[in-house]
């Protein structure tokens, strides 16, 4: 089955202590995005990946980190969580953006993060 | 950058009716506008896009519109049916890459 994968979906933890949050897809795509939704904010982009060793910044991405060593595979990192980064999180993927090709984004599960 | 903008941000209607979501865009430069519908619960999935040198697009009881000059774009769904509630979000995707999205639309179908 075609699927993006996160974990964990849920997770709590306390100011400053570095956590990674794992994506993983299994349909063989060059685009990989990080996004944060917050209520009344909509979806809002961290950093995505255009292909493997390939990352740029989002909307968003003070506080974030992320690397794509893998094609399959783009972990987001929070050296030092703040409480202003209490989200839910969204891992997608698509087809490396094209005339030709869908630009269509699958998305995972999503991860509920809260900082205390 | 890119600033999308939604409206409304709460829709109801009566089964059977039609609902339309508005979305306006900054960049006159974006290329590609698509809808996601999000359940409960769940990630964004796709139900239409649409790209910049296209005006309509239509599948089934669900449309898109384009109107670059006045930059804004919209969702038509007709004939809606209870298991169209849900959150709908547009986006726009500038040529760098970055994907934008509305501040979604919460749309309820009343039976």
């Known amino acids: 089955e075609a699927q993006v994968t996160q974990n964990p979906r849920y997770l709590i933890t306390v100011t400053g202590k570095k956590l990674t949050v794992t994506c993983s897809q299994n349909?063989?795509?060059?685009?990989m995005s990080w996004y944060r939704q917050d209520p009344g904010l909509g979806l809002r982009q961290i950093y995505y990946?255009?292909?493997?060793?390939?990352?740029d910044k989002g909307d968003v991405p003070e506080g974030y980190k992320v690397s794509r060593k893998e094609k399959r595979n783009f972990p987001l990192i929070l050296e030092s969580p703040s409480p202003n980064q209490t989200s839910l999180y969204f891992c997608?993927?698509?087809?490396?953006?094209?005339?030709?090709?869908?630009?269509?984004?699958?998305f995972g599960p999503g991860t509920r993060l809260t900082v205390t | 950058g890119e600033n999308v903008e939604q409206h409304p941000s709460t829709l109801s209607v009566q089964e059977g009716d039609s609902a339309v979501i508005k979305c306006t865009y900054s960049?006159?430069?974006?290329?590609?506008f698509p809808w996601y519908k999000q359940e409960l619960g769940k990630g964004p999935q796709l139900i239409i896009d649409?790209?910049?040198?296209?005006g309509e697009k239509k599948d089934q009881r669900i449309a898109v519109t384009l109107n670059k000059t006045a930059k804004h774009f919209s969702l038509h769904i007709t004939e809606t049916q209870p298991e169209d509630s849900a959150v709908y979000f547009c986006?726009?995707?500038?040529?760098?890459?970055?994907?934008?999205f509305g501040t979604g639309t919460s749309l309820t179908v009343i039976p």
């Open positions: 986006a726009a995707k500038n040529t760098g890459n970055q994907f934008y």
């Open positions: 649409i790209r910049s040198n296209v």
């Open positions: 960049d006159s430069a974006s290329n590609y």
């Open positions: 349909m063989n795509h060059e685009y």
């Open positions: 990946s255009m292909n493997v060793e390939v990352t």
């Open positions: 997608a993927s698509s087809s490396y953006p094209s005339d030709l090709i869908s630009y269509e984004q699958y």
